[in-house]
């Protein structure tokens, strides 16, 4: 830990309330979190990468979620916005291919780079608000939040599990590995971004909205017996109880709460423009609530919105949806 803002004095929330639902769960966490967002200081950086997809488009994510207006949105809800633009990402000439890792140099260097520049702004005392670019970006948004954040919890929004290593993945996108790799699973170029590893706990993470999960992600799931809300859970329980569930075990031995969303895990009725969509999945309104959840258990130290990719998208619908969703976690109400 590099930042003493966080762990002291934690408060002890006993009987904690939301949503009509008393979870009755004792929780711990740092009484300075809550003011870090209550200070409405947010700073956006734009990792424009598609390289961890291995498909054009998606690297255009951060430019179609600013013209979708998530600055004159958030400003208007009273954040103070700096732009920081966007990280350089490399374009390749040549497809490479390290281990069954695509375009490994490309994805490392991009993510490094990414890791300073959160890890920046949170020392600045900011909200550092990321957005994407493939889900390959996550591996430097949580390298930059974790070396502020000791024990950082992970909400994981996703059709997928992004669980794979290179020994495991039938693609070879780096896409799909950054979770594996936060919790110290995979190549150790992507395990050591930001010269550590690994970030995460896996008992401090959920995954809320699987529904097409490989092989040996199933397996490593069992193996480290992390916890996984899929659709089946969702359909079962409804998303308040999921929510409930999902905001009492991340903040249960946290110090901080990072909400990584693939817009992929909502329904692609409602976010068409994704690169890897699936069918039978978050509907609108269950993402505004679980948001809405979210943002009343005030947990959150950081975000990042990813995988918006405009060419398969109807009229910047799923930016715009992310922006919607942005507003919801952010604090932003009906009445
Ligand atoms: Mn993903």
């Given at each position: 830990m590099t930042n003493g803002l966080f762990m002291q004095n934690p408060v002890e929330l006993s009987h904690f309330a939301i949503g009509g639902y008393n979870i009755g769960v004792k929780q711990q966490r740092s009484k300075e979190l809550g003011a870090f967002i209550m200070n409405k200081n947010m700073s956006i950086v734009g990792v424009p990468m598609d390289l961890g997809a291995d498909?054009?488009?998606?690297?255009?994510g951060p430019s179609a979620i600013r013209y979708a207006g998530v600055v004159a949105r958030l400003e208007k809800m009273g954040f103070h916005i700096e732009d920081r633009g966007d990280i350089f990402v490399t374009r390749p000439h040549h497809f490479t291919e390290t281990e069954n890792h695509k375009y490994l140099d490309e994805v490392v260097e991009a993510n490094e780079k990414l890791a300073d520049v959160v890890s920046d702004i949170m020392t600045a005392g900011r909200f550092p608000l990321v957005l994407g670019g493939?889900?390959?970006i996550a591996l430097g948004t949580i390298a930059g939040v974790a070396k502020h954040v000791k024990n950082l919890g992970v909400i994981w929004f996703d059709a997928?599990?992004?669980?794979?290593t290179g020994e495991t993945s039938?693609?070879?996108?780096?896409h799909g590995m950054p979770l594996a790799a936060s919790l110290g699973f995979g190549h150790q170029r992507l395990t050591n971004i930001?010269?550590?590893?690994?970030?995460?706990?896996?008992?401090n993470v959920v995954i809320i909205g699987a529904r097409d999960l490989d092989q040996g992600e199933r397996d490593l799931i069992k193996r480290i017996g992390m916890k996984v809300f899929t659709m089946h859970e969702i359909d079962k329980l409804g998303m308040a109880r999921v929510m409930d569930e999902a905001i009492a075990h991340v903040s249960k031995n946290t110090d901080g709460v990072h909400l990584s969303l693939?817009?992929?895990?909502?329904?692609p009725h409602d976010a068409?423009?994704?690169g890897t969509p699936v069918i039978g999945g978050i509907s609108y309104r269950e993402g505004h609530v679980s948001l809405e959840m979210l943002a009343d258990a005030d947990i959150l130290c950081s975000a990042e919105f990813v995988e918006v990719n405009p060419i398969l998208d109807r009229e910047n619908m799923t930016a715009r949806v992310a922006v919607a969703l942005m507003s919801s976690v952010f604090g932003d109400k009906l009445l």
């Open positions: 498909r054009r488009g998606v690297d255009m493939d889900h390959s997928h599990g992004d669980l794979n039938p693609s070879g996108n780096i930001g010269g550590f590893a690994p970030k995460l706990k896996p008992e693939d817009l992929d895990g909502l329904d068409p423009g994704v």
